[in-house]
């Protein structure tokens, strides 16, 4: 139901085949078009890849709200790195080897291994810090194991320095875990990162 507004001399809402809305401040007036849904194979394909990214994503979104150098200034975590993943959605191919955690101008670790990993223990991953004058003390290493078919995930960081960094989880048998790393470093109140690397372990 529309609402005439006598005083500014406008509506706002729908009076037969006219809508009166905002836009860019402007009261317009504008003829109806019944919005569409449309349901193609493609719209489909592109709905369960956004689907199936949102569901892989929230499992550890919250534990790295604060290890994470992406912009989230209006937005949460997990859809920070839909955003920049886009690419993947738009294609309708959710790749885990491919997705982007965490991206930045910092160089990456090298060396980066993966200890032993046993059901229901935490594990360590070993690595080979840069060496870059962008990089200070104070620069971390995250790492994030994801377990999408049994719905765990672990966070490890670890000052940048150590060269090693343990990843709280209890992995289950059998299982694969989807394995990211990244830099993170601080300038003041605000973070600077690398992209995120990628590996995967079974159990």
């Known amino acids: 139901m529309g609402v005439l507004n ?5 509506w706002d809402g729908k009076v037969g085949q006219l809508v009166g809305a905002k836009w860019k401040n402007l009261a317009t007036l504008r003829a109806y078009a019944k919005p569409s849904n449309p349901n193609t194979e493609k719209q489909q394909t592109v709905r369960t890849v956004f689907k199936d990214m949102t569901s892989f994503t929230s499992l550890f979104t ?3 709200k604060y290890l994470t150098s992406l912009d989230t200034r209006g937005q949460s975590v997990r859809n920070a790195i839909l955003k920049i993943n886009k690419a993947q959605v738009d294609a309708g191919t959710f790749n885990k080897a491919t997705l982007l955690v965490n991206k ?3 160089p990456n670790v090298t060396g980066f291994t993966v200890g032993t990993v046993t059901a229901g223990s ?3 991953c070993t690595f080979t810090a840069p060496v870059a004058t962008n990089i200070t003390s104070k620069a971390r290493i995250v790492v994030v194991a994801v377990d999408g078919e049994n719905k765990i995930a672990g966070v490890g ?3 940048l320095s150590t060269g090693t960094v343990n990843v709280n989880i209890s992995p289950v048998s059998g299982g694969t875990l989807d394995i990211y790393y990244w830099i993170i470093d601080y300038r003041g109140s605000s973070r600077v990162g690398s992209y995120s690397g990628y590996t995967s372990k079974t159990v």
């Open 6 to 10: 006598v005083i500014k001399g406008k």
């Open 157 to 159: 960081d670890a000052l």
């Open 122 to 124: 935490a594990f360590d």
């Open 104 to 106: 930045g101008g910092l």
């Open 62 to 64: 919250d534990m790295i």
